[in-house]
């Protein structure tokens, strides 16, 4: 089992950034993929990106590309989501996913940290 605690989110205006922070824990989680997901109030939740540990590889969704970067410091087991020119849309809560790259499968998630846009 992987252990994770998102933090960093809160209030930004539009155009601004934040930077969320996922500590993980477990013994393998090393080896697997960590991920980041959204859920706006009314809609499901939704992929954002994704980093395999091992090799660095990265994905992001489509609408997110060049706004937002994912990033990892393995020596500290976190993951980072940089948000960059963030807009109303972007209001919801961000969750942390651990799972497996070549499957795209997470099973252990974090509890969400909120993150609200001003207009």
């Known amino acids: 089992q992987v252990q994770l605690v998102e933090s960093g989110g809160g209030l930004v205006q539009t155009g601004g950034s934040l930077t969320l922070t996922c500590a993980a824990s477990?013994?393998?989680?090393?080896?697997?993929?960590m991920a980041w997901f959204r859920q706006a109030p009314g809609k499901e939740r939704e992929f954002l990106s994704a980093?395999?540990?091992?090799?660095?590889?990265?994905i992001y969704k489509d609408s997110v590309k060049g706004r937002f970067t994912i990033a990892e410091n393995s020596a500290q087991n976190t993951v980072y989501l940089q948000l960059n020119s963030l807009k109303p849309g972007d209001k919801a809560v961000y969750y942390c996913?651990?799972?497996?790259?070549?499957?795209?499968?997470?099973?252990?998630w974090g509890q969400g940290t909120q993150v609200t846009v001003s207009s």
């Open positions: 980093i395999d540990w091992s090799s660095g590889s990265t």
């Open positions: 996913a651990s799972g497996w790259w070549s499957t795209r499968a997470y099973d252990s």
């Open positions: 477990g013994r393998t989680v090393n080896s697997r993929a």
